[in-house]
């Protein structure tokens, strides 16, 4: 009888934990999703916003759409500049350079 509590015990526990779940936003027991909520007033938050997270270009102020960038890309070509860090990389003194 000792030897079937024991196998009770061993049962009741996942040896593997479901890599599904960890990430998962709709179970109820990682956090994600409560148990009767209203989702048409949390729904909102979660969304992702795809405009609040661009930077501005530092010198025409259009959004810049590579992250960590400071310049958008036409601004760091006509100017010879790296577009993340703004480091001179080709001198533009004898070029042309424009963005058509």
């Known amino acids: 009888m000792a030897a079937h509590t024991k196998s009770q015990k061993k049962l009741g526990k996942v040896i593997?934990?479901?890599?599904?779940?960890?990430?998962?936003?709709?179970?109820?027991?990682?956090?994600?999703?409560k148990v009767g909520e209203n989702k048409a007033l949390t729904a909102r938050k979660?969304?992702?916003?795809?405009?609040?997270?661009?930077?501005?270009c530092?010198?025409?102020?259009?959004?810049?759409?590579?992250?960590?960038?400071?310049?958008?890309?036409?601004?760091?070509?006509k100017k010879g500049i790296c577009a993340m860090c703004g480091k001179k990389?080709?001198?533009t003194k004898n070029y042309r350079q424009t963005s058509v």
Do not use: L
């Open 89 to 91: 990389i080709i001198e």
């Open 58 to 77: 530092r010198i025409c102020k259009s959004s810049v759409h590579q992250t960590g960038s400071h310049y958008c890309q036409g601004c760091a070509y």
């Open 46 to 56: 979660n969304r992702f916003s795809p405009y609040a997270t661009f930077e501005k």
């Open 16 to 33: 593997t934990p479901d890599p599904w779940k960890s990430g998962a936003r709709n179970t109820t027991e990682g956090g994600g999703r």
